[in-house]
């Protein structure tokens, strides 16, 4: 985000399958970042109907959507002239 937008660095956009299971991604999300950093967002909206939440962590801001959801928003549309990062994955403990 940074060369077109100054109110955050990063967008992280990701999808679960249903409402159910993107509540559940945002909790995780919400706990580790809580528990590993000290951090929470400064606001949060979508979490009653789940299909699209949004968490502001001002340098992050945080997308989880529906399937339907993401299609319908296109975020990756809307901001398609801002570079793509794909994160590194840790890899699983064996």
Known sequence: MRPL??????????????ARQTKAISDEIHGRLKKDEGLLPRSTAGTAESTWI???????????????????????????????VEPELEAAAS
């Open 5 to 18: 937008a100054t109110f955050t660095d990063f967008f992280v956009i990701c999808s679960g399958q249903n």
């Open 54 to 84: 949004v968490a502001d962590y001002l340098d992050v801001v945080v997308h989880i959507f529906t399937p339907e959801a993401r299609g319908f928003y296109r975020l990756e549309h809307l901001w398609g002239d801002v570079p793509t």
